[in-house]
């Protein structure tokens, strides 16, 4: 079943005196469970397209639809409440708050989104699971960029999304914390959570399922890889 699925994506922006297009006309779908690798070298507009795809962005043309639902029909407040509760988002780059502890950084969503109940457990299970316990106490500038990333992804998971978003995880980590990195998102897909995740490194995502190759702000002919 489609879970997330794209229409013809246009996203322009300016260049001093000229316009040009990150996203060109983008079609693609997600399935529930999937995982899904998107490559190109930079600037072929992998960031813009995943800011469309979490509702981080509106598009200059086209749509994209939840479940069959246009996420942009919500409104601002209705798609604050879907990225809170609904999409996971692993940004690019150092993306926690440095004033709140590791634990308060992953409860952060549960709070944004208003759920009622208590956000402690559930974010000391998911620490626990990324092996980051011992460090719930501890400030972001206390940790490697390894374990950055595995709280930022923790975060991501807090509210139980179907679908998470992830722009270039492993990007500044060395190999062997990147591969690392990617056995735990292998493990997350495998009970049922898909994943969107936009790579340079083919290598590491290889066998984990489609791969879709970006340039010029376009999709073109790409590789496809059943799981390993």
Known sequence: MVLLEAK??????RRGLAGFRAVDGVSLSVGQGEFVSLTGRSGSG??????????????????????GRSIFALGDAGLARLRN?????????????????VLDNVRLPFHLARRQGGSR????????????????GNRPHELSG?????????????????????????GDLDLGTAA????????????????LV??????????????????????VDGASAGRS
């Open 146 to 170: 390894g374990e950055l990333r595995r709280v930022a992804l923790a975060r991501a998971l807090m509210n139980s999304p179907e679908l998470v978003v992830a722009d270039e995880p492993t």
């Open 8 to 13: 013809g994506l246009v996203k322009g922006f």
């Open 85 to 101: 509760r609904e999409i996971g988002f692993l940004p690019q780059g150092r993306s926690l708050l440095g004033n709140l502890t």
């Open 46 to 67: 992998k960031t813009t397209l995943l800011s469309l795809l979490a509702g981080l962005l509106g598009p200059d043309g086209g749509d994209v639809l939840l479940r």
């Open 198 to 219: 936009a790579t340079h490194d083919l290598d590491l995502c290889r066998g984990l399922g489609r791969v879709l190759e970006m340039s010029g702000g376009r999709l």
């Open 121 to 136: 457990q559930r974010a000391l299970e998911l620490l626990g699971d990324l092996s980051l316990a011992h460090l719930a």
């Open 180 to 195: 690392s990195l990617i056995r735990l998102i292998r493990d997350i897909n495998s009970r049922g959570v898909a994943f």
